[in-house]
């Protein structure tokens, strides 16, 4: 087992917390906190930061390669606006970045985040439109009714999910447009789950 696993297991005895209490602090899957205290999983340097946050510590305590870091020190941070994204081999890649946005800290809990673009109107039932942007939640997975960030043949949408068996129904939230109904594979994936949207006039 990593130091890293070590500590951060460590960390957790000491503070009572369980790998679901963690799980629900930080948006991240049971599964992948129990990846990570089991080393089978790295930690990105970001999600390090956040565990450490939710925790109250700092991230040195979990990876020493880190230094402490101050979140007090910017109350911003800039995050990306994609204007592409690729999913070569599996994994989910931004090809295009359109500029940076500065985004309070308080609206992130944990995880990696990006900004897209909202185009079109298929949502304009939750308020969202042409040009507005969308603060996205890095993850693979959402719960039914969320709304979230999926990829179709490289192409990031915005919709409505709901699990059906093997499948996905994509919902607008605009009725001139009909569900959308596929299979997740590697030309449809979730990329993430909408958190925040910054409207544009």
């Known amino acids: 087992m990593s130091d890293i696993a070590e500590n951060l297991k460590s960390i957790l005895k000491r503070k009572g917390i369980s790998q679901k209490e963690l799980a629900e602090m930080t948006d991240i899957s049971t599964s992948t906190i129990s990846d990570y205290i089991t080393a089978k999983r790295l930690m990105a340097p970001s999600i390090t930061q956040s565990i450490a946050e939710a925790l109250k510590v700092d991230a040195s305590e979990i990876s020493p390669l880190l230094e402490s870091v101050d ?4 109350e ?5 606006i ?15 970045i359109d500029g940076y946005e500065s985004t309070p800290r308080s609206w992130l809990n944990g995880g990696d985040y990006f900004y897209l673009k909202a185009k079109g109107n298929s949502m304009t039932g939750a308020r969202i439109h042409e040009g507005d942007l969308l603060l996205i939640r890095k993850q693979d997975e959402v719960e039914d009714g969320e709304i979230a960030a999926v990829l179709i043949n490289e192409e990031a949408v915005l919709k409505k999910v709901y699990k059906q068996n ?7 939230m605009n009725s001139d447009y009909a569900p959308i109904v596929c299979k997740l594979d590697e030309n449809i994936r979730i990329i993430g789950k909408l958190k925040k949207v910054v409207i544009t006039f």
Do not use: R, T
Not at 71 to 74: F, W
Not at 166 to 172: F, G, Q
């Open 76 to 80: 911003n941070i800039n995050l990306p």
């Open 166 to 172: 093997d499948s996905i129904v994509l919902n607008s």
């Open 71 to 74: 979140a007090s020190i910017s």
């Open 82 to 96: 994609v204007g592409k994204i690729s999913c070569g081999s599996g994994i989910v890649a931004f090809e295009y």
